[in-house]
């Protein structure tokens, strides 16, 4: 038997899955604390829906021919599936408020952090047009990052039509504005310097360049930031436009308490060329050095685009980088839970005594407690090295001093303490 | 856009998501109570992988070429990716006691019931040759049954080593065994008259199929049908000792205190014709005319012939069939949430006071309740219109009298009652 998976997909052991399950149940229930729904759609889509749609990527489209000689794809991600559902789906109560989690593919080289298979998670809302949907979005992203108990994050936030008034009013020819925008948009890494040799090499006259450095270098409290650029693009409507929706965006997060701390505007931020229409943001960790955690933003058009016009309606959202989150916890060390979602192995001292034991461990379990006990008829320590192999926390012990007093021993196996417990007593320690 | 799906796939929308949610989160609860693990695999495996495995199932893999030339198939189901996965980690501490929930693709024709896209889950040991094991996989169909609200459901057990000889003792000939087990297999479906008829089409000799028969439509408890087995097969040594296993298993159950109400001997039950090497079962409700809910058995070869003698573990476990649950509860009228895990909607009587809906609504959610508030500016009839179609069950009123007082009125959308309430009096009524 070939034992490997094929390149780029992983299998997931309980071990890692006990620490994939934590993250995705966090993010979801912070999902659905502000009234999103779960959506999914097939693993496999018509090649022809999805065709068209990535650009550049496209060629990473995992494409092949159905045995009905039909061409299908594995999807690629969460936004054409969202796009084509809300198409077929008129009836749907809008806004709609979805979440989706699930596997995508893309055939790609894989790399540390690159799979071919991996679980993509976006949340949107499809239908409002308020800066208060967007704010609500940058609200959960601190929630699910606070939830995950990361410490140290920022969401970055700037908004996509500032970002194309400013290259104009620098005075960036229009056939460089790409090329502007892709320096810029590696402000983060590389910083001023670097930028200002980025607009040098991709042709971006110097004074433009260095009007823009002064725009997006600003730094300081969102009024600060905001008013700096005011004064800078001083007459610019539509400038002023986007300025005044981040500052309504601005107020909409402090209203929903959303802490200062963890956001500031960021001009720097461009986040892709054409899909977004409005705010748009990107997270960062302080560590480990790694991309973006969630990024997202509004794409009022987008809908109409990917569906050819069946579909029109506004949106905002985002995308949190699961893959990314759980290779970032687990570098930082952030998980602590053990290998297994086994609560308690109730072990018998002696053979006779199993079914004492299997007894004990179905009082455990009907009392909502996640429990084993022995199958393979073994000795009490070769009990204890599989409780112990596999991360169980605790060890119950039956023995015929304790089963006659109507107990158990109850090990804690990270401290080596053991309690005389009835098995009452054993149930409200284990629930803990 | 093609709007459709590729044929025999489909979309999730919330309303179905929440259902589909409340069952496999309920089945997931149960199968970790009794110390099983997340296992998930890719989606893909080389096609080498799987073919081989199924018989003459082996046409409905869906199988394609890989951009890099490679032939790959979407997995056909949980049992031969669990193989592989055993035979290449040889580290996991044994009993292996896992559960696989996930999408498996065969590429049938569709029809009610039948999918190519489709949730599978399987829960199984490896390396336990117990009875005791046995037991439990039949306890945990019983507890996922009763905690979905099944009230009329039988897992009728039988093992098939018990069949082997049953065939046998009756003089069917060698070449006739295969047939004399499909007509048998039809017991419960067409009855004793059937099956008759069934054998004589077959070709299985009348006598035979008689003494089969005799066995077969033994009914009774536990301890009648094994007593009565016992006599007919007397002097067959494995036999015997197929029925002790059976009455090993019996007492395993009484000793978990799983209901005798819910499961019965029932000789009939053969299930599949070379997989199974001990107890087998079959799980039947009385109401919708449906197919069995949770069928498997004891495999002790299976994973050294999946695997091509990459590992050899005996083994016992069983498919929950999560899609015909599904069917049946939603035929049976079983589902009684609403469309959305949002719980409260809350609502601004006018514009003006939207931003303190939203700041109540931020509180309720950091109380841990699910909430929505408007983000279209729309009026309060347009918010309760919105709050009615997606079923959400309460809404949370603002108003300036309200306000000025510190409460909210909270209206339950089903009853039509409405109290008016402190936040935190709010927020007790809605965690019930």
Chains 1, 2 share one sequence.
Do not use: H
């Not at 502000?34 to 999805?50: I, N, S, W």
């Not at 569906?307 to 916890?329: H, K, N, W």
């Amino acid at each position: 038997m070939q034992l490997a998976t094929p390149r780029g997909t992983r299998d997931f052991l309980p071990e890692q899955m006990v620490r994939r399950e934590y993250v995705i149940n966090t993010v979801k229930s912070v999902f659905e604390r502000y009234g999103y729904d779960p959506l999914e759609t097939p693993a496999v889509e018509f090649a022809e829906t999805l065709r068209g749609k990535y650009g550049e990527e496209e060629k990473l489209i995992w494409e092949f021919e159905d045995l009905g000689g039909r061409r299908i794809a594995l999807k690629y991600d969460m936004t054409v599936p969202l796009a084509r559902v809300i198409a077929a789906n008129p009836q749907l109560p809008k806004p709609f408020k979805r979440y989706q989690l699930q596997p995508a593919w893309r055939y790609d080289e894989p790399q540390k952090g690159r799979y071919r298979e991996f679980w993509q998670c976006d949340v949107d809302i499809i239908g409002s047009d308020s800066v208060a949907a967007d704010a609500e979005i940058v609200a959960i992203i601190v929630d699910v990052m606070r939830a995950l108990q990361f410490e140290e994050f920022t969401v970055r936030i700037s908004n996509r039509r500032l970002a194309d008034r400013m290259v104009r009013w620098a005075g960036v020819p229009e056939d460089k504005i790409i090329e502007a925008f892709r320096a810029i948009d590696k402000m983060d890494k590389i910083g001023a310097d670097g930028v200002r040799v980025e607009f040098a090499e991709r042709g971006v006259p110097k004074a433009a360049g260095e009007k823009i450095l002064e725009v997006i270098a600003t730094t300081g409290s969102p009024k600060e930031v905001l008013e700096r650029a005011e004064k800078l693009l001083a007459g610019d409507e539509k400038a002023k436009a986007a300025i005044n929706e981040l500052r309504d965006m601005a107020r909409y997060m402090a209203l929903m308490g959303v802490p200062g701390q963890f956001w500031r505007l960021d001009l720097s931020v461009v986040r892709g060329l054409d899909y977004y229409t409005g705010p748009v943001w990107e997270t960062n960790v302080t560590k480990p050095r790694i991309g973006s955690l969630a990024g997202g933003g509004r794409f009022d058009k987008l809908i109409n685009k990917l569906s050819g016009g069946a579909a029109d309606f506004t949106g905002t959202g985002t995308t949190i980088g699961i893959e990314r989150i759980i290779d970032a916890m687990t570098e930082l060390g952030m998980f602590d839970m053990g290998k297994t979602k086994t609560r308690v192995y109730v072990a018998a001292v002696k053979a006779e005594l199993a079914e004492s034991a299997l007894e004990i461990a179905q009082k455990l379990r009907q009392a909502g407690i996640n429990a084993q006990t022995d199958l393979m008829d073994r000795k009490l320590s070769k009990q204890f090295e599989y409780a112990g192999a596999l991360g169980i926390p605790f060890v119950a012990v039956v023995g015929p001093k304790e089963l006659a007093e109507g107990k158990l021993t109850l090990r804690d196996m990270r401290t080596g303490n053991e309690r005389q417990l009835t098995i009452e007593q054993a149930v409200g320690e284990l629930r803990q």
